[in-house]
């Protein structure tokens, strides 16, 4: 089998990017620095005797066409693609430069969409067996932080959904996988408000789901509950909620 792991360098990609060697699968890793990518290939062959091919592109905002025909040029149509890469911004409050923004709705969302449109026929006619996003539990409600960055990941989430809704009559399942706080440097040494789940068990868990239509899933699976509760509650107790 043959994997491509968009933001396959750091984090839940790496951890991602082992799981799947671990199963012998052929991985195409694209990420945006070829210092951290070209360490985590050398690691990968070494120790599971895979071929990884690397691909540096940045995410914010690349030609999507050009993208896949890269990625098919050097491995052909994966059996599987995961769109896990993920950028976050600690003064999303509402007072970003335009700059930023772009940025974090080229990464969270739009490079995202248009990538997985550019594989579209492929997903139509059976060739990828599964496409999986990551999006996150920031977007159960409208907060005053994480501003962008939960409305790109709501977007992400709401097209994995049309996708899957689209894609229901062929064999591609399309998989979105709801992410509580992650112990990954997108914490920034802050401490979360509630426990962190490690990169490696969402990892387990993707590959462990692979080829099931499970559609949306929460990790851990009492975010489901929490978000429940968040979205029912008025908005005279919503506005006092700082999480």
């Known amino acids: 089998m043959k994997s491509l792991v968009i933001g396959g360098s750091a984090g839940l990609g790496r ?46 905002g690349p030609d999507a066409a050009t993208l896949k025909m890269r990625i098919v040029e050097a491995a052909g149509v994966p059996d599987y693609v995961f769109y896990v890469a993920g950028l976050g911004h600690l003064d999303d409050t509402g007072n970003l430069p335009q700059t930023d923004i772009d940025r974090l709705i080229d990464v969270n969302f739009r490079s995202a969409l248009s990538l997985l449109n550019a594989f579209f026929p492929d997903m ?65 040494g802050r401490a979360p408000k509630l426990p962190p789940v490690a990169p490696e068990e969402i990892a387990r868990r993707i590959v462990r789901n692979l080829d099931r239509d499970i559609g949306a899933v929460y990790v851990p699976a009492w975010w489901l509950l929490a978000t429940t ?13 700082n999480l």
């Open 15 to 60: 951890q991602l990017a082992g799981r799947l060697a671990e199963r012998g699968d052929e991985l195409v890793l694209v990420a945006s620095d070829t210092r951290d990518l070209e360490p985590v290939a050398a690691d990968l062959r070494a120790r599971h005797g895979i071929s990884v091919t690397t691909i540096v592109q940045d995410l914010g």
């Open 124 to 188: 139509e006619q059976g060739a990828i067996r599964t496409v999986v996003c990551v999006g996150s539990v920031a977007s159960a409600r409208g907060r005053g932080s994480n501003m962008v960055y939960a409305a790109a990941k709501c977007g992400l989430t709401f097209y994995a959904e049309a996708l899957r809704h689209r894609l229901a009559a062929s064999s591609c399942c399309v998989q979105t996988y709801l992410v509580g706080f992650m112990d990954t440097t997108m914490l920034d």
């Open 229 to 241: 509760i968040l979205r029912l509650l008025p908005w005279w107790i919503f506005k006092r909620v």
